[in-house]
């Protein structure tokens, strides 16, 4: 069964960089037309997705983030990673990694972990 | 505010059948497959329909989904009182080469 496990700080200070990493186990991340996903979720609110990788190293960006954020990915540690630069409150939230077909929603999610962002 | 339109809210009473609806456009639900997920408080999205009308293993036949053009629906029948969550629709959007989620229903049994 396909786990993905979230894992970085749960504080991160306005203006820094939020840098997460998710580790997938029970499946490989090189499976081909699989893309690995980083989605956040504001206290209350509903999801919003921030980009996507492919084992290759292929990535796609929200544009409204897109000028804040890394994906990266390590298949030799079955790891992809996010970073986001130059927080604020606003980016206060749970984020989730997850899984997705070429071209669909999420069928797999890790289990979110709450960032917040604070001095 | 999110791409795919869903209510705010939904409640139906014990036993009763209860739809929610989703609605996109031509680069998402037009043209893509929709999924529902089931989110209990704390807890991750977990999810109920893939491919419009497909229920992962262990998902009661109570749920069920359906598409028509741009628009979809979850509707669940025989309502229980565990059905109590926020649900949410999604699909993948060929404008944004990403998934795109509704902003969530709140469903109450009364």
């Known amino acids: 069964q396909l786990q993905l496990q979230e894992s970085g700080p749960g504080l991160v200070k306005p203006s820094e960089t939020l840098s997460l990493t998710c580790t997938v186990s029970?499946?490989?991340?090189?499976?081909?037309?699989?893309?690995w996903q980083w989605i956040r979720q504001p206290p209350g609110k509903g999801l919003e997705w921030i980009g996507s990788?492919?084992?290759?190293?292929?990535?796609y960006y929200n544009p409204s983030l897109e000028s804040r954020v890394t994906i990266s990915v390590d298949t030799s540690k079955n790891q992809f990673s996010l970073k986001l630069s130059s927080v604020t409150a606003a980016d206060t939230a749970v984020y989730y990694c997850?899984?997705?077909?070429?071209?669909?929603?999420?069928?797999?999610w890790g289990q979110g972990t709450l960032i917040t962002v604070s001095s | 505010q999110s791409v795919l339109s869903q209510p705010p809210s939904a409640s139906g009473t014990p036993g009763q059948r209860v739809t929610i609806s989703c609605s996109g456009s031509?680069?998402?639900?037009?043209?893509?497959?929709v999924y529902w997920y089931q989110q209990l408080p704390g807890t991750a999205p977990k999810l109920l329909i893939y491919?419009?009308?497909q229920r992962p293993a262990g998902v009661p036949d109570r749920f069920s989904g359906s598409k028509s053009g741009t628009s979809a629906s979850l509707a669940i029948s025989g309502l229980r009182s565990e059905d109590e969550a926020d649900y949410y629709c999604?699909?993948?959007?060929?404008?944004?080469?990403?998934?795109?989620f509704g902003g969530g229903t709140k469903l109450t049994v009364l």
């Open positions: 999604a699909a993948w959007d060929d404008s944004l080469s990403g998934p795109v």
């Open positions: 031509s680069s998402n639900i037009g043209s893509k497959y």
């Open positions: 491919t419009n009308n």
């Open positions: 029970g499946g490989s991340i090189s499976t081909d037309n699989y893309y």
């Open positions: 990788i492919y084992f290759s190293g292929s990535t």
């Open positions: 997850a899984r997705c077909y070429v071209a669909a929603a999420p069928t797999y």
